[in-house]
């Protein structure tokens, strides 16, 4: 599992590594969240994911000494970080439709709502 998510080496900065891994998976959230509070589309999330990766995988490389531009890695830490930047935008969408438009709209889950009618 460590050669998944890092470099091969496993040395003793495994906490360095998880705050951040954290630090990105909540920038990603929040990133997610900013775009759905400006009322932009879904696509910006995309552009603002891929350029968060980017910044990782710089981390990745200034921390850990890993590689600078794998394509595997830059891959993973994208797909992961879209992940959550994805949610972070729904859950964002869905409460502002919600609460901005109470008498159409109705919360089906964290994610999603549904017609009234």
């Known amino acids: 599992m460590q050669g998944l998510f890092f470099e091969a ?3 003793p900065l495994v ?5 951040v891994l954290l630090l990105g998976f909540w920038t990603a959230w929040r990133a997610g969240k900013a775009v759905a ?4 589309d879904y696509p910006l ?15 990745h490389h200034a921390l850990f000494n890993g590689p600078m531009l794998n394509t595997f890695y830059y891959i993973l830490d994208f797909v992961t970080l879209l992940v959550f930047s994805t949610a972070g935008f ?8 919600v609460n901005n438009y109470y008498w159409l709209y109705e919360k089906t ?3 999603s709502w549904k017609d009234k009618h």
């Open 90 to 97: 729904r859950y964002r969408r869905t409460n502002q439709m």
């Open 45 to 59: 999330v995309i552009v603002y994911t891929f350029l968060l990766a980017w910044a990782m995988q710089f981390l």
């Open 9 to 11: 080496d496993a040395g």
């Open 15 to 19: 906490a360095i590594r998880v705050i």
């Open 37 to 40: 509070e400006g009322w932009s």
């Open 109 to 111: 889950s964290a994610f």
